[in-house]
């Protein structure tokens, strides 16, 4: 009973931050994304009566550990199975990359454990599953480019693919910075967002620019997309900012690359930035651009790695 799956992280593009119920991560706004090619997560779970205890191996935290280990319960009572399990991880870019690994990490777990166990089970279903382990999980299982509707109860908040990733060639250039930022991470971060005053303003505008992201992908135009990118990633950065506590994911070297992407567009390069919880920057541009996004990036200090990613397929079972 051994199965392992690989699945692909994703960037949003219109971001999901806070929950309107925490157990379920139901989410307070639909939000959409893209999956990446050269961020990856691979996962083998073995569900055997030879363990008496779910060994996860790799460098987890003990409060990781079980959430992978509650994720398991979730999926064996699918299964109505009790038999432990042994999970084996490696991410394709290094942990702290800042780069979502939970998202990527929650969807191939629960496609292998699903796996493993011979549930059949359909996208939407995975989809579901996904979310209950991270949020942003449930985008990495379906193709390409994702929605996932907030929903109003667990059967009806899940992703689907808008277009397969091949419909446009785009690029998300990952700029890896050089200082770090305290670690906050997006469970806890999101915890507090009902304490910003900018919260209910960011969740009226969702609606207009989910609209505005599917006509932008729809008929390719880079500036309308990236547009509206910029705007919700600004518009969630305010509202942490705005948090009590207060949030500030961004360093010197964060804000020097936007200012450095804003430039570059009055230059006439069609490229733009989102960041997601941390410091690091993702640059969206068009796979033409590609080439003279990343000669830039290198003129600019503080960049310690770039990691270049295509659009990707969803989760998949592998063997
Ligand atoms: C800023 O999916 O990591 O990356 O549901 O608590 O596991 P949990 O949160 P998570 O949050 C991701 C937040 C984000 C924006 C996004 O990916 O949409």
Not at 218 to 240: F, P, R, T
Not at 300 to 310: M, Q, T
């Amino acid at each position: 009973m051994k199965a392992t799956a690989i699945a692909p992280a994703n960037i949003a593009f219109i971001k999901y931050w806070g929950k309107k119920d925490d157990a379920l991560r139901l989410p307070l706004n639909a939000s959409i994304s893209m999956n990446l090619s050269s961020a990856y997560t691979t996962t083998t779970v073995e569900f055997s009566k030879e363990y008496n205890t779910d060994l996860v191996e790799g460098a987890f935290t003990p409060k990781e550990i079980q959430r992978i280990i509650a994720h398991l319960e979730r999926i064996r009572g699918r299964a109505g199975v009790t038999l432990k399990a042994r999970v084996m991880t490696k991410n394709s870019f290094p942990k702290g990359a800042g780069i979502a690994s939970s998202a990527s990490g929650f969807a191939a777990l629960t496609v292998a454990a699903a796996g493993a166990l011979g549930l059949k089970l359909s996208e939407k279903e995975l989809s579901i599953l996904a979310r209950l382990g991270s949020g942003s999980a449930c985008r990495s299982i379906p193709d390409g480019f994702v929605e996932w509707e907030e929903g109003q109860s667990s059967e009806t908040s899940f992703a689907r693919s808008i277009y397969p990733a091949d419909h446009w060639d785009l690029r998300d250039i990952v700029c890896l910075v050089t200082s770090k930022q305290k670690d906050v991470g997006s469970s806890s971060g999101m915890e507090n967002v009902k304490t910003s005053p900018l919260l209910d303003k960011r969740l009226a505008a969702i609606p207009g620019r989910i609209a505005k992201m599917k006509e932008a992908l729809k008929i390719k135009n880079i500036q309308l997309l990236g547009e509206v990118i910029e705007e919700d990633c600004l518009d969630m950065h305010a509202v942490m900012q705005s948090q009590t506590p207060p949030l500030n994911y961004w360093t010197d070297e964060t804000r020097q690359i936007m200012d450095a992407v804003r430039q570059w567009r009055k230059e006439g390069l069609s490229v733009y930035f989102t960041i997601d919880a941390g410091p690091n920057v993702h640059l969206i541009c068009e796979g033409k651009d590609e080439k003279e996004v990343v000669r830039k990036i290198t003129e600019i200090g503080g960049v310690r790695e770039v990691i270049i990613n295509k659009p990707a397929k969803g989760a998949l079972l592998v063997y």
